[in-house]
């Protein structure tokens, strides 16, 4: 009798929240997400307001944060691994592309959520990066930038020049003036460095990892955690996701601090929204998502705060994946710079999202190695290096000396590591490896 009533109470419940939606009279939708209390306000308050004057009464939002998105996506799986066929959660929203690829491949994301009417406006591809899966079910709602932060005032002060490239952080002249960010606890920060990687090649990109970390004067955990460095004058320059840079020059103004994405040499990538396998109100959060994607919700991204249709109170500071969104922004109206669809029709090489992610647990475990742990013993190198065989006086030789160097060459030539991520979640080959590398660098 107890089996009998407590069955009748959940398919009561059931029946509740389908006769409530289809009436209008919208339960509680649960968002777990890592972003902050500005998007959470905005884009929620905004999506709340849309909802009741289209449906009647407005759903309220409860949002949920394990305290990021590394702890959301572990959430997430350990939840469905108890509970396969529902968690009891709505959307996961935001954390960048890997997080979404990795439930869509395990196929915990609600496909073909969105109508291809709402999708006509958003392409497919922008760079190599794909913005929207919907046979994995994961939609880009904004587009994340990754370029250099700097201190303009300290760059002036030291006779530094304004960064164009990601080898202005790797030349001897900004030795102790770069701020970094430990690939394993930075999920931006680890795509930057993977960019690196892929624009100049396994070889090439990781000698210029090096060089920036070897002038590099802090390493910090998390990428909002390096801002402080370059505005308080610790450091002149730091990578930087584009939505904590402009916020920055937004609270400090563009003449102490200035942020930009190297020509030719970075992407943008989407950050996307998902419905969960299972979700309790799947016709409420395919709302949200048709909502994130309208045109309204996109110049809410970009705008400044207080101007017509943006954000009431905090700017987002974030790029549109409405090319014709992106082209409304300029400076009187946006702190968000630069128009992300034409410069990716100019690129010359093609970033792979299934590369970053195939050999994202390697690629973070290497970097950390050498980086991270081993930065004292290679910068002593650096030093000395450009101590013995200045740059400025033979090139050639430096460029010799730096391949001669332990701390500057990879492990190994990728064509040899190449079975290496496969591999990596065996704990015995990992930790040997890992073990294997150290004993060669201490050597």
């Known amino acids: 009798m107890i089996f009998l009533a ?25 968002i777990l997400s890592p972003h902050g209390d500005n998007i ?29 998105t590394s702890e959301d996506l572990r959430y997430v799986q350990s939840r469905f691994a108890k509970t396969p066929v529902s968690i009891g959660i709505d959307l996961f929203f935001g954390g960048g592309t890997p997080p979404f690829r990795t439930l869509g491949a395990a196929g915990l994301l609600h496909t073909h959520a969105v109508a291809a009417s709402v999708l006509a406006d958003v392409p497919v591809y922008l ?26 005032a300290l760059l002036a002060g030291k006779g530094l020049p304004l960064p164009a490239s990601w080898l202005d952080l790797a030349d001897p002249q900004a030795d102790q003036w770069v701020a970094s960010v430990d690939p394993r606890g930075s999920g931006s920060a680890h795509v930057i460095y993977e960019i690196i990687l ?12 090096m060089r920036i970390a070897a002038n590099s004067n802090h390493f910090t955990k998390g990428a909002s955690a390096v801002l402080p460095l370059v505005s308080t004058g610790e450091a002149a320059y730091t990578i930087a996701i584009d939505q904590y840079a402009w916020s920055l020059i937004e609270k400090l103004g563009s ?13 943008t990538t989407p950050d996307p929204v998902a419905i969960l396998k299972g979700a309790p109100h799947a016709l409420i959060a395919a709302r949200f998502l048709e909502f994130l994607l309208s045109e309204r919700c996109q110049l809410l991204w970009g705008l400044k705060a207080g101007v017509p249709k943006g954000p009431l109170h905090l700017s987002l500071n974030r790029m549109s994946v409405l090319p014709k969104v992106a082209a409304q922004m ?17 690129m010359d090489w093609i970033y792979s999202d299934s590369l970053t992610e195939s050999r994202w647990a390697l690629v973070n475990d290497a970097l950390g190695l050498w980086m991270v742990d081993d930065h004292q013993a290679a910068h002593k190198a650096w030093q000395a290096l450009n101590g013995r065989t200045p740059k400025a006086k033979d090139a050639a030789a430096w460029q010799s000396a730096l391949r001669a160097s332990r701390f500057f060459r990879p492990p190994a030539a990728w064509e040899q590591m190449q079975s290496y991520p496969g591999k990596w979640k065996d704990e015995s080959f990992r930790n040997g490896t890992m073990a294997k590398w150290a004993r060669e660098l201490n050597d």
């Open 127 to 152: 760079g190599g990066s794909r913005v929207y899966s919907d046979s994995e079910g994961w939609y880009g709602v904004a587009l994340s930038g990754f370029g250099i932060l700097y201190n303009r």
């Open 330 to 346: 300029g400076m009187a109206n946006s702190f968000v710079q630069g128009n992300p669809f034409p410069e990716a029709g100019r």
């Open 6 to 30: 407590g069955m009748a109470v959940t398919c009561g419940l059931g029946a509740w929240h389908f006769l409530t939606e289809a009436a209008g009279t919208a339960p509680a939708l649960s």
């Open 40 to 68: 959470r306000q905005e884009i929620g308050g905004a999506f709340q307001s849309w909802y009741l004057t289209r449906y009647g009464q407005a759903p309220e939002l409860n949002w949920i944060d394990q305290g990021g």
């Open 255 to 267: 003449d102490r601090v200035g942020f930009v994405l190297p020509g030719g040499e970075t992407v």
């Open 198 to 209: 892929q624009k100049f090649g396994w070889e090439r990109g990781w000698e210029i990892l």
